[in-house]
T-cell receptor, first 114, second 114 residues
Framework: DAGITQSPRHKVTETGTPVTLRCHQT?????MYWYRQDPGHGLRLIHY???????DKGEVSDGYSVSRSKTEDFLLTLESATSSQTSVYFC?????????????FGSGTRLTVV | QQQVKQSPQSLIVQKGGISIINCAYE??????FPWYQQFPGKGPALLIA?????SEKKEGRFTISFNKSAKQFSLHIMDSQPGDSATYFC?????????????FGGGTRLMVKP
């Protein structure tokens, strides 16, 4: 995990407030991903990026937006947080988008929406 | 619709026993099947992976068995140790020009009792 830093590690926020989670990598990997982890659902892809300013939606993108202005930073924003977005959020990177190279995951951000 | 189904959700094994986790997939275009291991407070990490042209892959105490016709694959942990206690995720991906995406199973929480 040393090459990927997620911040904050824990956050409690109120329903309706905007929240931004940050992922910072020092791997110089082209691809970056945001996943959410919920019991019984495993890891589900929210959004991903295949380069600076190049992003696309995953399977659970509703209510989330992302931005990538630099290779090393990938931001996930919850425009108006809801209780259903309480989850553990993981950022991952991949050198060239090839899964056989393995994804490198950060240590996660635990978000609680009250 | 969950494309990769994993069972059981939780598993308790005695030290020295065999842990078996099963996964089934639906998309016949999947051509890469990794397993990820996650310790508490950490992100998942690649453990072992297999491609569908082989029926078994072994790395130390960890073995993947793959049944292409049944669209199933499983992880066997031989001589299970307390240090193997973690959450295990199976995953699958298909090769695409725009980069591969991993689809994860729901996860199995393994506890190995001393």
């Amino acid at each position: 995990d040393a090459g990927i830093t997620q911040s904050p590690r824990h956050k409690v926020t109120e329903t309706g407030t905007p929240v931004t989670l940050r992922c910072h990598q020092t791997e110089n990997h082209r691809y970056m991903y945001w996943y959410r982890q919920d019991p019984g659902h495993g890891l589900r892809l929210i959004h991903y990026s295949y380069g600076v300013k190049d992003t696309d939606k995953g399977e659970v993108s509703d209510g989330y937006s992302v931005s990538r202005s630099k290779t090393e930073d990938f931001l996930l924003t919850l425009e108006s947080a809801t209780s259903s977005q309480t989850s553990v959020y993981f950022c991952a990177t991949s050198k060239n988008g090839q899964t056989r190279d393995g994804y490198t995951f950060g240590s996660g951000t635990r978000l609680t929406v009250v | 619709q969950q494309q990769v189904k994993q069972s059981p959700q939780s598993l308790i094994v005695q030290k020295g026993g065999i842990s078996i986790i099963n996964c089934a997939y639906e998309n016949t275009a999947f051509d890469y099947f990794p397993w990820y291991q996650q310790f508490p407070g950490k992100g998942p990490a690649l453990l072992i992976a297999i491609r569908p042209d082989v029926s078994e892959k072994k790395e130390g105490r960890f073995t993947i068995s793959f049944n292409k016709s049944a669209k199933q694959f499983s992880l066997h942990i031989m001589d299970s140790q307390p240090g193997d206690s973690a959450t295990y995720f199976c995953a699958a991906s298909e090769t695409r020009n725009a980069g591969n995406m991993l689809t994860f199973g729901g996860g199995t929480r393994l506890m190995v009792k001393p």
